[in-house]
């Protein structure tokens, strides 16, 4: 077999995975051909044939996208910041939206020198490496109740040391008991979590339904029990005047917010992502 022209092979994958009711066809098709050619996405147009081997396993990847495993676990990586992240089952997979999440904590931290960091419900690690990656100077605590989630935290923490990274400190724990980082209560200037917050019964994706972790999905009948239940942490990690963000289902965006006002946070703002769903709150510690 000879050397076969790249973009006929993504088109041909791009339909077979609309076909299979992929959401975004095209970009997963032109994804997993630049996996298997070790290139960047946007360098494509500069790698125009794919080598017999190649197209053996391009349309293998091909087939098993099709079959709804997620791009992520195909790929191993997921982005968050300017930090791909090693991800894969057992873990959830960090979306884009959570980097509105990201980038409006780093805005926050803008004016504070080597801060204290949170983040409750790391998963993969991926918004305190992040956090890191972009503020070396900030003391990074990371919590993660699920043992394999923790097991990749602790995967992509060693590699974020190793390239060079402030070091994050990785906990296992329930971020609503009573007893979590103790050791910081009153002291931390910024509050991150991306809970488990999907309602019981929602209809998921299959890449959802089949491949995330149902502990980092779901929150209960109305899917505020881990909110709910871990902001008496949150208020009790933050120093006064320090503020938190904690991403939510789009369908209790005003919930949330009415939680934070009710235990005494000043400034409850509901943020929309960019499909102009409600998708994370912010508050400040009164």
Do not use: K
Request: hydrophobic share 45%; with cysteine.
């Amino acid at each position: 077999m000879s050397r076969v022209p790249v973009r006929p092979e993504i088109q041909a994958a791009a339909e077979r995975l609309a076909d299979a009711g992929v959401a975004s066809p095209r970009f997963d098709a032109e994804s997993l051909a630049a996996h298997v050619l070790g290139i960047e996405r946007s360098r494509l147009a500069l790698a125009p044939l794919l080598e017999p081997e190649q197209v053996g396993r391009y349309r293998e990847l091909v087939g098993q996208r099709a079959r709804r495993i997620p791009l992520q676990h195909l790929t191993g990586t997921a982005p968050m910041g300017r930090i791909d992240l090693a991800v894969g089952p057992g873990v959830f997979v960090p979306r884009p939206e959570t980097e509105l999440l990201f980038a409006w904590a780093l805005a926050q931290l803008e004016a504070v020198h080597a801060p204290t960091i949170v983040d409750l419900c790391t998963g993969s690690g991926a918004l305190a490496l992040a956090l890191a990656n972009a503020r070396p100077d900030a003391a990074v605590h990371a919590v993660e109740l699920d043992p394999a989630a923790l097991a990749w935290a602790r995967r992509n923490a060693d590699a974020r040391a190793a390239a060079g990274d402030t070091p994050i400190t990785l906990y296992a724990g329930d971020v609503t008991a009573p007893d979590t980082l103790a050791e910081l209560n009153g002291r931390v200037d910024l509050l991150v979590a991306n809970p488990p917050y999907v309602p019981d019964d929602a209809a998921l994706d299959p890449e959802v339904a089949e491949h995330d972790p149902p502990l980092a999905l779901f929150g209960g009948p109305d899917g505020l029990r881990v909110i709910d239940t871990m902001l008496p942490t949150i208020t009790r990690l933050l120093r006064p005047g320090a503020a938190a963000g904690v991403e939510h289902d789009d369908s209790h965006g005003a919930q949330v917010a009415a939680l934070f006002t009710a235990a005494g946070y000043t400034a409850a703002t509901e943020h929309r992502d960019l499909a102009d769903r409600p998708r994370f709150v912010t508050a400040t510690r009164g």
